[in-house]
């Protein structure tokens, strides 16, 4: 860059007279400084917009506090529209502080949270509730950090993500559980699980056969001892049916007790997985002295919604036309175990490989390059160079210059563990259904408001030979003449 000296500017000293030639030179100089001053600026308005980009398509809101403004937010993302029903300018312009919308009973342990973090040089996070601009109430998980110059703290910066999805599925995991927990253990007959020889679960009914209150006092018996000598055959052949995938329909077997006494039992057995490993259901009956009761067992199993969005922790990937990576953050490599040198120079592909091979991932990535145009967020399994499966909600959107597509980036957010949840809750799903359409007792649930069928087990067909396509959705009225359905 020209300048100018004691010697006069770009050595034509200021006593003598210019010559045209150095007037010339001059401001040819001036125009260049001014051409570079002007490519500088373009260069940073398009790295800052770039990053505002980014910011605004963070599934979350990012915001920023500082000491020299009053400890008010000087930034805070455009999806806080989204996440509080209050726009940017709210907070910036008029002076509000996120910390209002934070509930009474949160705040105080909120504030302690972030200020002895702040302290201690250490990002700080916390799990709390706010109250939007409409009343409603939300859960939030906030994650920041002080940002310290020279030892000196000059203010906050973080990110704060909506998880009332994952508060509002976790909610309903514990009480399916329970649900099925109350349900099996309230069940008038016996319920077991065993890999063959010993007890692995049993209902209050199944632990008192095997002589306990406890399954460790249970496990004291083996399956051996709780069948009659005479009926080992008949146990080691149903076993074998059901490895071969063969039906095993009731049977009557003699159960001994742990006192030595004995008692028929009408027995249903099915394999099952139970904590990962092959294992056999089974439901028995005392029927010695049958009485024929009717239990009505509700099976109320709601489905949570999907949680897209459980960690702020969102991992971001640039990548350019031939989908080599060009950024890598460090949520990337928590997420997928792989830093950013590791990576360098590789394309998607060699890293993102999908389970069916299908590639779908990389074609909306080339999509997203061909179009210009973001695509909504979709789920992905992706498999690690470790073999770890890994599900993940992603969006993909362009950076442009001058509508020309200069690099796409893709935002992650890891959800494998709600992957995991789902499968849970469809496991147990599946193990209750199995539970209630075995039963040698006759179940049925009806709707309140209608009393329409909604679940006929299989005791129900054999004894009212009415099939579960025949009575479902209907009532007693449909199915019965008007006396007996009365």
């Known amino acids: 860059m020209s300048k100018v000296s004691d010697h006069g500017y770009n050595g034509v000293h200021p006593d003598e007279p210019l010559k045209r030639q150095d007037l010339q030179r001059l401001v040819q100089e001036l125009r260049a400084e001014n051409q ?5 600026y373009t260069t940073l308005k398009e790295t800052e917009r770039a990053l505002r980009l980014l910011v605004d398509s963070l599934p979350g809101v990012a915001y920023r506090y500082r000491i ?83 030892d000196t703290l000059v203010g906050t910066e973080g990110f704060i993500l909506d998880i009332t999805a994952q508060k509002q599925a976790e909610h309903e995991i514990t009480e399916s559980k329970e649900r099925y927990r109350s349900l099996v253990e309230l069940c008038p007959d016996g319920i077991a699980i ?14 008192e056969l095997f002589g306990g209150t406890t399954l460790e006092e249970a496990q004291q018996r083996t399956i051996a001892d ?15 049916a059901m490895l071969r995938g063969e039906p095993t329909p009731l049977v009557e077997e003699v159960f001994v007790r742990a006192d030595g006494t004995c008692f028929d039992a009408e027995v249903a057995a099915r394999p099952i997985v139970y904590q990962g490993n092959p294992a056999v259901l089974v439901i028995f009956r005392d029927i010695t002295s049958r009485k024929k009761t009717h239990q009505r067992l509700q099976e109320a199993l709601s489905r949570f919604e999907a949680v ?13 036309r031939d989908g080599r990576i060009r950024h890598w953050n460090r949520a990337s490599a928590a997420l997928f175990g792989l830093s950013a040198k590791e990576v360098e120079g590789k394309r998607l592909q060699d890293i993102f ?12 990535v080339q999509r997203v390059w061909d179009t210009g145009q973001a695509l909504p967020p979709c789920e992905w399994e992706f498999v690690l160079p470790n073999g770890v499966r890994r599900w993940v909600y992603a969006t993909i959107f362009p950076i442009l ?19 995991q949840m789902e499968e849970e809750l469809r496991q147990t799903q599946e193990l209750l259904r199995s539970i209630v359409v075995n039963l040698p007792l006759a179940v049925f649930l009806k709707d309140a408001k209608e009393f329409r069928f909604l679940l006929w087990n299989k005791c129900n067909e ?14 007693d009225y449909d199915l019965f003449p008007k006396e007996q359905a009365d």
Not at 36 to 40: A, C, P, V
Not at 353 to 364: H, K
């Open 353 to 364: 490989p999908t389970p069916d091979g299908s590639n779908s991932f990389l074609q909306s």
């Open 462 to 475: 054999e004894m009212l030979g009415l099939s579960e396509a025949e009575v479902l959705h209907k009532t």
């Open 308 to 320: 897209v969005e459980q960690t702020p922790l969102v991992a971001v990937q640039g990548v350019d």
């Open 68 to 150: 020299k403004n009053r400890w008010l937010l000087d930034f805070i993302g455009k999806n806080c529209v989204e996440l509080s029903g209050y726009p940017p300018e709210y907070f910036v312009e008029k002076g509000h502080s996120f910390v209002e919308l934070i509930h009474p009973d949160d705040q105080a342990r909120v504030l302690e949270c972030a200020s002895e973090g702040v302290t201690n040089h250490r990002p700080f996070s916390s799990e709390y509730r706010i109250r939007t601009a409409d009343g409603s109430e939300k859960w939030v998980l906030e994650k920041g950090q002080g940002v310290w110059e020279d």
């Open 401 to 419: 210059q001058d509508g020309v597509t200069e690099e796409a980036f893709v935002m992650q957010i890891d959800i494998t563990s709600r992957r």
């Open 36 to 40: 570079q001053l002007r490519e500088s």
């Open 226 to 240: 709780v069948i009659h000598p005479d009926c080992h055959e008949l146990a080691r052949k149903r076993v074998g």
């Open 194 to 207: 065993h890999d063959g020889i010993h007890l692995l679960y049993g209902n209050a009914v199944a632990l």
